[in-house]
């Protein structure tokens, strides 16, 4: 029990000073994910309520295969990646291996079906009255489609803010990919396991108190902003 309170009276020693290397690594997760966390958004999105409401060929197919992806362990999609862009792979001259943008593709390819799957339920649940008042009004197809996402948001948000969990809670992709680089791809996560390979816990703790109070802040001011817009 000493050992645990020590550890973590020294860990938060070391996040109210600041410190640089927990600083750059912090910042370094924020980057990748972020950005993935955008992209992902602007393609899962679309695909979702296209999914949903468009007449496509195989549409429980899709849903089915969306579901399924979920499930994907990261290692495969490191492995995945790592065939394309290695020196031998097809897009090994761009030398994006042991990079930022190898990990950002890498967490692009985990979370778009997440995102894409939670807007199919998301914009399933949505009253199908909403659409056909607006059709009734005179809506064109885009103006439907902003109706229903409008009607939908809280739960597109939680997907959005659900795949940005996922990604900057993840580390076989970000290890395969960027190669816990020190300043460079070291993520929160990859700088805790390397830690406790070593056996130093002060900054591996640290980083984890990092990470969740940044999930749960996250998470509250997505609460607060529900519960404004419900009112």
């Given amino acids: ?47 979702g309520f296209a999914i949903a409401y468009g007449q496509l060929p195989g549409k429980r197919i899709l849903i089915t295969i969306l579901n399924t992806l979920l499930a994907l362990p990261t290692v495969v999609i490191g492995l995945f990646v790592y ?44 009253d199908e009255r909403y659409r056909k008042t607006a059709k009734t009004l005179g809506a064109d197809t885009w103006q439907t489609a902003l109706v229903v996402v409008r009607e939908g948001r809280f739960g ?12 900057i809670s993840e580390i076989g992709i970000s290890m395969m990919l960027g190669g816990n680089i020190k300043g460079f791809t070291r993520t929160m996560t990859t700088a805790m396991a ?26 509250v001011l997505f609460n607060l902003v529900q519960g404004r817009s419900a009112r």
């Fill in 83 to 126: 065939t394309f862009i290695s020196r031998r792979g097809i897009f090994g001259p761009l030398d994006l291996l042991y990079t930022q943008k190898a990990m950002i593709i890498g967490q692009f390819i985990l979370i778009v079906p997440l995102i894409a799957a939670l807007t199919v339920a998301a914009v399933s649940r949505v």
């Fill in 156 to 167: 597109i948000g939680a997907a959005v803010i659900s795949a940005f969990g996922r990604v």
């Fill in 194 to 219: 390397l830690e406790y390979d070593k056996g130093s816990f002060t900054l591996a703790v640290a980083l984890g108190l990092v990470l969740m109070a940044l999930s749960l802040g996250m998470n």
């Fill in 1 to 47: 029990m000493s050992f645990f309170l020590e550890s973590f009276s020294a860990a938060l020693r070391l996040v109210g000073s600041l410190d640089p290397e927990l600083l750059t690594i912090v910042r370094v997760s924020l980057s990748v994910s972020c950005i993935a966390t955008v992209f992902a958004a602007l393609i899962g999105i679309p695909a």
